[in-house]
């Protein structure tokens, strides 16, 4: 399985201060991906990242991706209340698999502390 | 922008009885997914569906699962006999391409078995 972990399971801290998340995964991948999810709501697609691309920006958020070690980093910068979500990282297979399923890892729960 | 919208939002049924969970993927979107999340926790892979089949579907996706595209724009989830341990939020995505494209998901049922 090409699933992704997350880590830390769960991250408090306070507003304005930088959050890191980690995701590792198994298998090998054409892309990686980070979603989001408010309590009680569907996910939202943040970034998508390249196995050819090694870091990716996206207004505060900075992704990284390691594809010798399987894994990658979501960095929010100068987190803010509206930002205390669930942070997924999601993989999928190489194309030579035929694998049509994206793969979602167990989510990183971001508390942020006004 | 466009949405993938799920009905119903909250479905309650007793144990054994069939239901269907419908969405209305987004409409130049030619990949569909159904995902499950139990109680907040990992988002599960179930079958993911293209050019009127499954191309890939889970563990989870047993006899008691069906998928179908019945017209132009809906797409459903039939569980035929509910068990208690299918309560769960169901999500339904879509997206554009097979690989390397984001998934766009719905708000999610949550289905309630009792």
């Known amino acids: 399985s090409q699933q992704g972990e997350e880590d830390p399971q769960a991250l408090s801290i306070q507003e304005g201060e930088n959050a890191t998340m980690n995701c590792s995964y198994k298998?090998?991948?054409?892309?990686l991906q980070w979603y989001r999810q408010n309590s009680g709501r569907g996910l939202v697609h943040l970034i998508l990242?390249?196995?050819?691309?090694r870091e990716k920006h996206s207004g505060r958020l900075r992704v990284t991706l390691d594809t010798s070690k399987k894994s990658s980093s979501l960095l929010i910068t100068a987190s803010r209340a509206a930002d205390t979500a669930s942070y997924f990282c999601?993989?999928?297979?190489?194309?030579?698999?035929?694998?049509?399923?994206?793969?979602f890892g167990k989510g990183t729960r971001l508390h942020i502390l006004p | 922008e466009p949405e993938v919208t799920q009905t119903p939002s909250h479905q309650v049924t007793q144990m054994g009885q069939e239901v269907i969970l419908r969405c209305v993927p987004i409409?130049?979107?030619?990949?569909f997914y159904w995902y499950r999340q139990i109680l907040g926790q990992k988002v599960e892979f179930l079958v993911s569906?293209?050019?009127?089949?499954?191309?890939?579907k889970s563990e989870i996706f047993d006899d008691q699962f069906s998928v179908e595209r019945p017209d132009g724009s809906n797409f459903t989830l039939k569980i035929r006999s509910t068990k208690l341990e299918d309560s769960a939020m169901y999500f339904c995505?879509?997206?554009?391409?097979?690989?390397?494209?984001?998934?766009?998901f719905g708000n999610g049922t949550r289905l309630t078995v009792t």
């Open positions: 995505a879509s997206s554009e391409y097979r690989v390397g494209s984001p998934l766009h």
């Open positions: 298998t090998s991948i054409n892309n």
């Open positions: 990242i390249r196995s050819n691309e």
């Open positions: 999601a993989t999928d297979g190489l194309l030579m698999n035929r694998d049509d399923k994206i793969i």
């Open positions: 409409s130049n979107h030619l990949y």
């Open positions: 569906f293209y050019n009127n089949e499954i191309s890939e």
